[in-house]
């Protein structure tokens, strides 16, 4: 017999009544596992509702169907397409300020106008009641359009603008006036070095509109003679040459410089002294050596000084309600690191001193040093003639009366050669320190070391010492007679320098006393008896140090 | 350090050779003055050697003449 396979729409099978009893339990059995594995696949009522619900995901009443969200687009099946066309025409970024930039590039509180026309037919020309200086000055739009500054033009007054053609009768010409710049001179410190662009500022553009009036430079003289130091590049040495020396104290090192000690024989002395590259920019150093490792004691002190005449540092009002503050500043090398340390000294009523540090953190390496001297409007002053002005001394090391004081400040405690507890160039053995480009200046910041020709220099220190060249001669009729020459030197010194010969001959005279002046001075001879009677190719040296 | 006069106005600084002026602002002179103030005394000025008394032959020497010829310029 035939099984009825009659189904329902769904394909369920049906029983049939013709079928056997065991054939349609099965055929039930299959429509009812069919039917639960399809009602199993389908989501029920509050799956449904919960799928829609995060579909909707809080999105407000008026755009949470298909429908509202077309109408929002404006039912333009390429919305997508038809913005990106429309930021096409919008500048870009960097073509345009910043909020912060354009606060930065107009004055505030200065000028601001929005004028609005109606145009009428073909209209191009428009007068503003309010003027716009430049055109990044102004904000032009054309029916809501904003109009890139090539598509107007502004006359010379700021006053009328001029579209790049006519608009129609009834367009919306708006123009907004930002805030006109140069409402004046900008404060001061408003202007910073971002907000000059390379090249902005020429010279013709200040032609005319600045009248430099400058009073001074950091405080000090607009130009030359800013360095009080003499022989701070240390090019100059008449009296050694570059030869060491073990000093005594007072003897000089090269021009101008000299050692003080407490004791013989500690340090040796000369310029290029180890024969290390000077600083760039430096052909010289003076260089101090330690002669033996020498612990120091009682009122032990050595360093290198430099005495800056009274003429030359008056001007800086130290000692005065008007002081000026100065800056030192130099190159200085040695085997040794730590901190080393050094003083400024007056001695005008007494001995005010300002002690200072300074580091050196690589050993044998250069290192540029400034040292700020505050203002002595409290110290008793300086000299203000041919005396001592201002001792500028650098310690190698001293302990006792010679060591004291606070870094940077005046005090007249004590005629300290360096702070406590600084480092003691002469307490190691071959120790060496090496100093070039001393530079002390009015103002607060040091600038470059100030070069001076060779001549200038020389020129300077044979203020203080000169070799000078002198010969006299003449045939004796008899003894007894003088003859002498005057002999000028190169340079005025000064004050009366002290005399002495170094080398030539004498024959048949003596060589009488000296009469110097500060200019010059007499060179005279009498003769032992009648004939050739001369002091000829003498070296005459004139001391007038401080 | 010892000093000694001279017939000018400067004072020898003897161990170089050194005339000082007698100028306040010279550190030199300065020192002299503090050397003083210790009661040292300078060495005196050395005594110029009298100019000698020449006899006649010896000034004709000096002139480059003999008594003969003197006498034969003045036709003797």
Redesign the interface.
Same mark, same amino acid.
């Given at each position: 017999m035939s099984i009825d396979d009659r189904t329902t729409n769904r394909s369920y099978k049906l029983p049939n009544v013709g079928n056997f009893l065991a054939d349609d339990v099965v055929r039930l059995r299959d429509a009812l596992a069919a039917i639960d594995a399809d009602i199993y696949a389908r989501y029920t009522k509050l799956e449904v509702d919960q799928l829609i619900t995060n579909l909707i995901n809080g999105a407000p009443g008026a755009l949470d169907t298909l429908n509202e969200l077309a109408e929002a687009l404006g039912d333009d099946a390429n919305f997508a397409a038809t913005v990106a066309s429309q930021l096409a025409l919008k500048a870009d970024a960097s073509n345009v300020y910043s909020k912060a930039e354009s606060d930065a590039r107009y004055v505030q509180g200065s000028t601001q106008a929005e004028m609005v026309f109606i145009a009428t037919a073909n209209q191009s020309v428009f007068t503003l009641t309010t003027a716009v200086i430049n055109k990044p000055s102004a904000l032009v739009t054309v029916d809501g359009v904003v109009q890139p500054t090539s598509e107007y033009s502004l006359n010379m007054t700021g006053t009328q603008l001029t579209l790049s053609e006519g608009v129609p009768a009834g367009t919306v010409v708006r123009v907004l006036a930002l805030g006109v710049a140069s409402q004046g001179a900008p404060a001061d410190d408003t202007v910073t070095t971002p907000k000059l662009r390379d090249g902005a500022v020429t010279n013709e553009k200040l032609a005319g509109v600045i009248a430099p009036t400058v009073s001074s430079i950091n405080g000090g003289p607009i130009s030359g003679a800013r360095n009080r130091i003499i022989n701070g590049d240390m090019r100059i040495d008449q009296r050694n040459a570059g030869a060491a020396v073990t000093p005594n104290t007072g003897q000089y090192l090269v021009d101008r410089w000299r050692a003080q000690l407490s004791q013989a024989s500690k340090y040796s002395a000369q310029r290029n002294a180890g024969a290390v590259t000077p600083p760039a920019g430096f052909t010289n150093y003076l260089g101090a050596t330690s002669l033996s490792a020498y612990t120091l004691a009682g009122n032990d002190q050595f360093s290198i000084e430099q005495v800056i005449e009274g003429f030359n540092i008056a001007d800086l009002d130290w000692g005065t309600a008007n002081a000026k503050p100065a800056v030192l500043s130099f190159w200085v090398r040695s085997s040794l690191t730590g901190t080393f340390g050094g003083s400024i000294a007056t001695t005008k009523t007494a001995v005010w001193v300002m002690p200072f540090t300074y580091s050196i953190a690589s050993a044998n390496t250069w290192t540029y040093v400034t040292v700020s001297i505050p203002a002595a409007t409290s110290t008793g002053g300086t000299n203000n003639d041919n005396t001592e002005g201002v001792y500028v001394r650098f310690g190698l090391g001293s302990t006792g009366a010679g060591a004291g004081g606070t870094a940077g400040t005046w005090t007249s405690a004590g005629n300290y050669i360096q702070p406590s507890g600084t480092v003691s160039v002469v307490g190691t053995n071959g120790a060496t320190f090496y100093i070039t480009g001393v530079q002390l200046e009015a103002g607060s910041v040091a600038t470059p070391f100030e070069r001076r020709s060779y001549g200038q220099e020389l020129a300077l220190c044979q203020r203080y010492y000169q070799a000078t060249n002198a010969s006299v001669r003449s045939a004796a009729t008899a003894a007894g007679q003088t003859f002498a020459n005057s002999v000028n030197f190169a340079v005025h010194m000064r004050a009366t320098p002290t005399i002495s010969l170094s080398s030539g001959t004498v024959l048949n005279s003596t060589q009488n006393a000296f009469s110097p002046s500060a200019s010059g001075f007499r060179h005279e001879i009498s003769s032992h008896a009648a004939g050739d009677s001369y002091s000829i190719d003498r070296t005459v040296i004139a001391t007038a140090e401080l | 350090m010892t000093y000694q006069l001279?017939?000018?106005?400067?004072i020898? @600084?003897i161990a170089? @050779?050194?005339?000082? =002026?007698?100028?306040p602002?010279?550190?030199?002179?300065q020192a002299y003055l503090a050397w003083l103030e210790e009661g040292n005394q300078p060495e005196p000025a050395p005594v110029?050697?009298p100019? =000698?008394v020449?006899t006649t032959e010896q000034k004709l020497?000096?002139?480059g003449l003999t008594v003969a010829e003197l006498k034969e310029l003045f036709g003797l």
């Open positions: - | 001279t017939q000018g106005a400067t020898l @600084r170089d @050779r050194a005339y000082i =002026p007698p100028d602002a010279n550190t030199d002179f110029p050697e100019t =000698p020449l020497e000096a002139a």
